[in-house]
Structure formats: C-alpha cells, structure tokens
C-alpha cells in the first residue's frame, strides 16, 4: 500500500534472514572449496555481518575497530606471520584472538594450519575451515553469497516484462488485467520476467526482480487457464531477472480523480530505500494498455538521453507567452 508521497511500507513482506556457519559452508561447500578441520560442535554461530576480515593487525595485539561478528581469514600475510612466531607466542598469540568468539576461521590457498589455531579453536569452540581457493577468489565468492543472502528483498503481487529493455513492474487490484497486458506486450515481441509473484532484491543502488521458481514462466489467464509462456512463445519471450526501472499502477477509471495530464511532475515509489519512477494508468474497456505500455518505456529510455518532452513542451509554451507578452509592449 502507498501513501499520498508515494512511500510504500513492505515491511511485512521483508525477509530478515539469519544465517549459521554450519547454513553458509555446508550449502556452499563444492562452490567454496571448504574442509572442515575443528569445532563442528558449535557451527550454529550465526553470521551477522556481510563482510569478511583479514586480523592482520589483531594478531599482533591491536584490536582497536577489530570486526569480531564477522568469517576471518587466514591468508598469506596472517599464516606467515604466525609462522614467524614462536610456539610458545603463537599460542599465546591464538588464545587471544579466539577469545572474541569469532564466528568462524578460514584458512585460505590450502595451507595447512598450525597445531596452536587448531588447539586453541578446539578451547574456545570456534569452527576452522580449510579452503583450497586462493584468498582473492575465496573472498569474492563467499563475499558474494553473503552480499545476496542478506540483501534487502521483498515479494510482491506483481507483473514484471522487460519492455524495450526497461523493466516495467505492474501492480493493481486483482482481477485489474496485469497479466493479460503483459500477454498483449509477450505477444508484440518483448519478454515476460515474472507474472502473479516478483522477488525484488536490493543490490546496491539498484532493484532486480525475478520470479519464484515453482512458478516459472507459466501465467494464468482468467477464463483460459495456466499457460507455458516459455512453451508458446519461445525462448525468446522470458528472461530470468530484470531490474525494475519503473512501476506502472493500473487502476480503474474514476471520473472524479485527477489524473496526470501533462508530464511534467515526475511522480516516484520507495521500494526498499530506492526511488523508482511511478505512472498511474487509469484503465476503462477499450483503452489499449499495451500501446501504452511501450511509450512509457520509450519516454523513460528519451530521460535517460537526457530528453524530457514534457518539459520541452511546457517550455515551448512559456517561451510563445513571453514572446507575445513582448509583442504587446511593442504595440
């Protein structure tokens, strides 16, 4: 639902996921490489933070701004700077560190770790990994999984077609024709994304939607039925993700309401902390939403050219009032 500013409140729908070590490495252990060496007795530590930590610096005893809640690595610089320590500082050296509860280690290039970590994880139940990926590559991957597990995401009753290349989010009552107009727009070339349930997950600065995987790409189509989009149409007619670019709301004709006429005010949606651009499409029998459709699209690809008709216009027709304004004063 969305208020008189446009803001949408998806706060019921927001997955607010948690995530355990034993979750992160057991799903992912062929992708990441990972062995694990000690402490599989408390792998339900959960991974709260995003990011990954390299405890250079807090291995040599500065803990200042040290990222505790988060996986620590240990690479090249860690592994061979505790290799340059003594046992007797080494351990000393572990004991310390582990003392933070970290949720877990990994010990990247597969290097073989040193008896004082494994012994130390062992007294403070902290689980060591073993990865044979090399510390870049076993950061991006593991840095990535995280990044799109946590993401902020919501689903949605929604239709999702990427029309000319911009991905145009219907929403409306049920009942209102969303997926029959994005049929129409399948049938005139362009490509269904999701129709009925649309994941949206934030990255970054931008909104990708997809479909859920039990559905597919099949649509229903009241008094027909569930059809195959993919089977129909082809290959061609359905992508698996797209990033929402705009929001078309589809409503019934009120008389009574004022409707955008003009342009020139360029109304937006909040969707999990990014504005999107919104029109409101007031429908009637009749009325080809399809056509529409594709000059939405066309607009919002002339604004990211830099062109905005509107406003052209409405300076073209200040520019002729002034002009005649002058004129008079000449007269």
């Avoid at 970590?117 to 403070?124: C, G, P, Q, R, Y």
């Avoid at 969303?178 to 009925?196: F, N, P, Q, T, Y």
Wanted: contains cysteine; proline residues 3%.
């Amino acid at each position: 639902m969305s208020d008189e500013n446009g803001k949408v409140d998806f706060s019921l729908n927001v997955k607010k996921s948690s995530l355990t070590v034993g979750e992160l490495f057991s799903k992912n252990s062929e992708a990441f490489e990972v062995e694990l060496l000690s402490g599989g007795d408390n792998l339900d530590r959960n991974v709260s933070g995003t990011g990954l930590h390299y405890p250079g610096l807090a291995l040599t005893g500065f803990y200042y701004h040290f990222h505790q809640d988060k996986i620590q690595f240990i690479a090249d610089m860690e592994w061979h700077y505790l290799d340059s320590l003594s046992a007797v500082d080494r351990k000393a050296c572990l004991d310390r560190f582990l003392e933070f509860k970290v949720p877990a280690v990994v010990v990247t290039a597969g290097r073989e770790p040193h008896t004082e970590i494994l012994e130390s994880a062992k007294k403070h139940n902290v689980p060591i990994y073993r990865t044979k990926l090399s510390s870049n590559e076993a950061g991006k991957r593991i840095q990535q999984y995280l990044d799109d597990y946590f993401a902020p995401r919501v689903t949605m009753h929604a239709t999702l077609v990427d029309v000319y290349g911009i991905g145009m989010l219907y929403t409306g009552k049920s009942g209102i024709g969303k997926s029959e107009c994005a049929l129409d727009l399948i049938e005139r070339g362009h490509r269904l994304v999701a129709d009925d349930i649309v994941n949206i997950v934030r990255r970054e600065d931008a909104l990708v939607g997809t479909g859920s995987p039990l559905l597919g790409h099949h649509m229903e189509i009241r008094g027909v039925g569930i059809i195959n989009i993919q089977s129909l149409f082809g290959i061609r007619a359905i992508r698996l993700d797209k990033k929402v670019e705009a929001v078309v709301e589809l409503v019934k004709w009120d008389p009574h309401m004022a409707y955008e006429r003009l342009g020139i005010t360029e109304n937006t949606i909040d969707l999990l902390g990014i504005s999107v651009d919104k029109v409101t499409v007031p429908i009637f029998p009749g009325k080809n939403i399809t056509v529409i459709s594709e000059i939405i699209a066309m607009n919002i690809l002339l604004k990211y050219n830099g062109i905005n008709t509107a406003k052209e216009f409405n300076q073209r027709l200040l520019d002729a009032l002034e002009l005649k304004r002058r004129q008079r004063m000449h007269e």
